[in-house]
């Protein structure tokens, strides 16, 4: 599985032990897997068209296996190009919706194919991945621009703002293109398809992790919020309950699925609740203080109230953090950064503080010693909008009009001939 690009080496007395670094989390990438694509194709399609698909595939196929999909902007190129001639493959016009069957594997699996290979005939399926994993790539860009390339082993890290941002839009990005797959691919696809694709592939486990996606975007605004001094704190606590709703919803979604129950599923479904819980400690330490500003003292005993809940989740968020990073494959968390490294500290101190301070008011008073109702608001993140790329204009030629013609005439008269024969 791909959790991340960057990779921190632990070095022990005998061997490296390379174990992978997480700040966003990248779910199971999948790439085209080796197959003869030229030969599937021919005489069904002009020549040239065929063999530009098959190029532009293996190609794709080639730099990912050989750079483990690290070489993201020559990846992206690739698949772009080949995406505006796939295209071409799913137009009714042409036929050939049904006609190609092609293979995908997992990307960590390496070139054993056949554990998590899935093959298809769908030229909407084809498209589907080919999204699917422009996502992944944008999600591994980010996680590598919120990794700093000095491993110096120091638990002080530094990631400037610009590449804070730059992720963020990422994040988006990538959201749009699985926003795109579940609104415009999907519904192309047969129900009877969709029961072949692989987990990572269905719709729900796709909605998931667009919500997944938002909160860690959310999450990188808040560390900002928290770092600027000019952010007041009614914002800073808007975007902690707008980073639990995220990851709220991402959480409640995934855990109806039986995508749970495999190794690389249940890894997801950790770093999902460990980041659920992390954004509702947050949710309720902001939320104290704002409250803890009113002048009444049921104000205050609910302020304590949300400080001694934050403490509490924040406690079980560390162990959720611990889960996650030893769950099949074994991972490691990156050191305390954004809002995170700031609560770790300021939540106990807080809380111990607050509940000495007012202690005799929740001794007074046990009725007022409810947790007051998170505050809700409307989700200010919005994805990318995706599109597909125009059609090639290889698709267009009079060379190619000719050819369709007489593929459709050839299967209308297959047809006649089943039917004199069934006679």
Not at 117 to 127: D, L, P
Not at 146 to 153: N, R, T
Not at 187 to 209: M, R
Not at 363 to 391: G, H, M, N, T
Request: net charge negative.
């Amino acid at each position: 599985m791909g959790c991340a690009s960057s990779v921190y080496a632990a070095v022990g007395t005998k061997k490296k032990l390379s174990i992978p670094e997480v700040v966003v989390f990248v779910p199971s990438t999948r790439i085209p897997a080796q197959s003869d694509l030229q030969k599937r194709l021919r005489g069904l399609i002009p020549k040239d068209i065929a063999d530009r698909l098959s190029s532009l595939r293996n190609q794709i196929v080639f730099v990912a296996e050989d750079t483990d999909g690290s070489a993201i902007p020559e990846l992206r190129r690739g698949l772009e190009e080949y995406l505006s001639l796939l295209i071409g493959l799913t137009k009714k016009e042409y036929g050939l919706e049904g006609l190609v069957e092609f293979k995908w594997r997992s990307l960590a699996d390496g070139k054993q194919q056949e554990a998590s290979s899935s093959c298809i005939a769908n030229s909407w399926f084809e498209v589907l991945s080919v999204v699917h994993m422009m996502a992944m790539l944008a999600l591994s860009e980010a996680d590598t621009l919120m990794i700093p390339k000095d491993h110096s082993g120091s638990s002080i890290r530094t990631v400037s703002s610009d590449c804070k941002r730059e992720a963020v839009d990422l994040l988006l990005k990538a959201t749009g293109y699985l926003e795109f797959c579940v609104r415009d691919v999907l519904v192309h696809i047969p129900p009877e398809i969709k029961k072949n694709f692989p987990k990572d592939l269905q719709d729900g486990v796709l909605e998931v992790i667009s919500f997944q996606t938002l909160g860690q975007g959310t999450e990188i605004q808040l560390g900002l919020a928290v770092d600027c001094q000019k952010a007041t704190l009614s914002v800073k606590r808007r975007l902690a309950c707008e980073q639990l709703s995220y990851f709220s919803q991402a959480y409640h979604c995934l855990s109806g699925y039986d995508h749970i129950n495999n190794g690389y599923g249940k890894k997801h479904m950790w770093f999902i609740k460990w980041k659920f819980l992390e954004s509702k400690a947050a949710a309720y330490y902001f939320h104290g203080l704002m409250v803890d500003k009113g002048n009444e003292p049921s104000c205050h005993v609910s302020a304590v109230c949300c400080f001694l809940a934050a403490e509490e989740i924040l406690s079980e968020s560390k162990k959720a953090c611990f889960t996650f990073c030893l769950a099949a494959p074994v991972t490691r968390a990156a050191p305390l950064w954004g809002a995170m490294k700031h609560l770790h500290q300021k939540i106990p101190e807080v809380a111990a503080r607050k509940s000495q301070m007012y202690g005799y008011l929740l001794e007074q008073d046990k009725v007022l010693q409810a947790l007051p109702d998170l505050p809700e608001f409307q989700l200010s993140l919005r994805p990318d909008d995706y599109q597909l790329p125009e059609i090639d204009p290889a698709w267009e030629s009079e060379k190619w009009e000719t050819q369709s013609q007489s593929l459709k005439e050839h299967l209308d008269d297959s047809d006649d001939n089943d039917e004199t024969e069934t006679e």
